[in-house]
């Protein structure tokens, strides 16, 4: 019985003070930092999407460059084409913006990131994340996910395919786990 008490004791303690460290916000939270602004909105179910406050597709369906709807988009033929470089140098950059503490405190969980495409130029135009709400991407300050849009925004592009130029835009991103 004694180690039973002991080990909820230490259960406990363990929670609070892993809960204490983080940053946790239970509904939406906008953050200022150096003239940039960014979103946090908290779903139901606990997924945060952080976001850049001045993006526009965050939430956008998908339409085509005339005003019409694309209709099913269960399924979408390639929206750009593939290379050699992209994804590769996209994990490189998020790998890189985080500080070697960062990396361990979020050792093991994954994060979704998310690039909004411009169809005309190839450019990526806006970044936004999706982790849950209780997790140690919490705790990471914005200026991480900062680097990590601004650094998206200036080194990577696609090519878009004809299906894809006929889009006012598209997303394209990856569940990520930090190396």
């Known amino acids: 019985m004694k180690t039973i008490k002991l080990i909820l004791i230490f259960c406990v303690c363990v929670t609070f003070n892993k809960t204490t460290a983080q940053t946790l916000y239970s509904e939406t939270k906008t953050f200022q930092e150096n003239g ?23 939430y956008a369906q998908y339409e085509n460059k005339d005003g019409s709807p694309l209709g099913n988009t269960d399924y979408l033929p390639p929206l750009a084409d593939r290379d050699n470089w992209t994804w590769a140098k996209s994990i490189d950059i998020v790998n890189n913006a985080f500080s070697p503490e960062e990396k361990q405190r979020v050792k093991g969980e994954k994060i979704d990131v998310s690039m909004t495409v411009d169809t005309s130029t190839g450019r990526v135009i806006e970044v936004d994340f999706a982790f849950f709400y209780n997790s140690a991407f919490a705790t990471i300050p914005i200026s991480t996910y900062r680097k990590i849009e601004e650094e998206l925004k200036n080194q990577i592009w696609f090519t878009p395919t004809e299906t894809g130029k006929k889009l006012k835009f598209f997303k394209t991103g990856w569940m990520h786990t930090v190396e």
Do not use: H, P, R, S
């Open 36 to 58: 940039y602004v960014y979103q946090w909105d908290k779903a139901e179910y606990g997924i945060v999407t952080l976001y850049n406050k001045a993006n526009q597709f965050t």
